[in-house]
């Protein structure tokens, strides 16, 4: 006889629940994180498809989906061209301006002595130290803070197959660029807030200096022993006006002048004949991958609580 309402216990027991269906259910997260571990696999089951598997279940789950994403990498390294193509005829304009902005913006930079870490040995020292850039480089910045944050958000894309990578990479762009448009419309100066705090407190420390105008084109500063000469203007009534124009909301919005257009899904791909790109081959490295990271030469192991370190320890013969 046939019972609509139970009234026994939730039994997370089912034999049914093959690797196939845990599968079926985790595709998606795997594949967006290739190395999730077994074990939370295991521990996510219970809470979203209420039973309980083997952790040798969620291995061949794991594998299954890692046997699909092998050939969906042979599959999309054969549509890269396909995919350059779509990129061309809907990004033209883009395209030319972040070719502008790649090439000839580091190619400015490299003349002005903005060099990279390469050309520390090949440039002099009047080029890349920081002492010697002359009044052209607007920015004392040396180091490569934007390329280490671009490849920290890129951490999560970098696992995944290759157009899967690129697109979540275009995808992040494509917002970027609408977040810091809405992001510059909101400053109330002519410059953003990052400027407006280290503009500031260069303002609290020319307070100490002195100026002494000669009554026509020229002045002098002074504080304590130093002393300088230079032009001075009585029509400058702000000192915002010695801001370089580099700093202006306008010079910020050129940069994000030149948005990333949407385009097309595979299916309206158009086939080129182009030779087909092969992926790489997949070579497994021998022994355990290691997990630890490398410790530097003189950073301390981390000791279990309780226990002390033996060095520096004097071992005498008894």
């Keep these: 006889m046939f019972q609509d309402e139970h009234h026994c216990s939730v039994s997370f027991k089912n034999k049914m629940v093959t690797a196939a269906m845990v599968t079926q259910h985790f595709e998606a997260t795997i594949k967006d994180h290739p190395k999730m571990k077994l074990r939370e696999i295991q521990r996510r089951c219970p809470s979203e498809i209420h039973v309980n598997v083997t952790i040798d279940c969620c291995y061949r789950a794991k594998k299954i989906v890692k046997e699909k994403m092998a050939g969906n990498h042979k599959e999309e390294f054969g549509s890269l061209w396909d995919y350059a193509h779509e990129l061309k005829s809907k990004m033209l304009g883009s395209i030319k301006k972040w070719l502008f902005k790649g090439w000839l913006l580091p190619k400015r930079a490299w003349k002005m002595g903005m060099g990279t870490q390469l050309s520390v040995t090949i440039k002099s020292l009047q080029r890349w130290t920081r002492p010697f850039?002359?009044?052209?480089?607007?920015?004392?910045?040396?180091?490569?803070?934007?390329c280490e944050a671009f490849n920290s958000s890129i951490v999560e894309a970098r696992f995944k197959s290759i157009i899967r990578m690129?697109?979540?990479?275009?995808?992040?762009?494509?917002?970027?660029?609408?977040?810091?448009?809405?992001?510059?419309?909101?400053?109330?100066?002519?410059?953003?807030?990052?400027?407006?705090?280290?503009?500031?407190?260069?303002?609290?420390?020319?307070?100490?200096?002195?100026?002494?105008?000669?009554?026509?084109?020229?002045?002098?500063?002074?504080?304590?022993?130093?002393?300088?000469t230079g032009p001075k203007s009585k029509d400058i009534a702000s000192p915002d006006e010695y801001l370089h124009e580099y700093y202006h909301i306008d010079t910020y919005k050129k940069v994000d002048s030149f948005p990333m257009q949407p385009i097309n899904g595979p299916h309206d791909w158009e086939k080129t004949s182009i030779e087909l790109v092969l992926p790489p081959i997949e070579r497994k490295m021998p022994r355990r991958p290691k997990k630890n990271r490398r410790m530097a030469k003189d950073e301390q192991k981390k000791l279990k609580p309780g226990h002390l370190s033996r060095k520096g320890l004097l071992m005498a013969c008894t």
């Design 166 to 228: 690129l697109e979540d990479i275009r995808t992040k762009m494509m917002t970027r660029i609408v977040q810091k448009k809405k992001l510059c419309n909101g400053w109330k100066q002519n410059y953003g807030p990052f400027v407006k705090a280290k503009f500031d407190a260069n303002k609290k420390v020319c307070v100490e200096w002195q100026l002494i105008w000669n009554g026509e084109n020229g002045c002098e500063l002074r504080k304590g022993s130093y002393q300088y």
């Design 133 to 146: 850039l002359g009044t052209t480089c607007k920015s004392d910045i040396v180091d490569n803070n934007l």
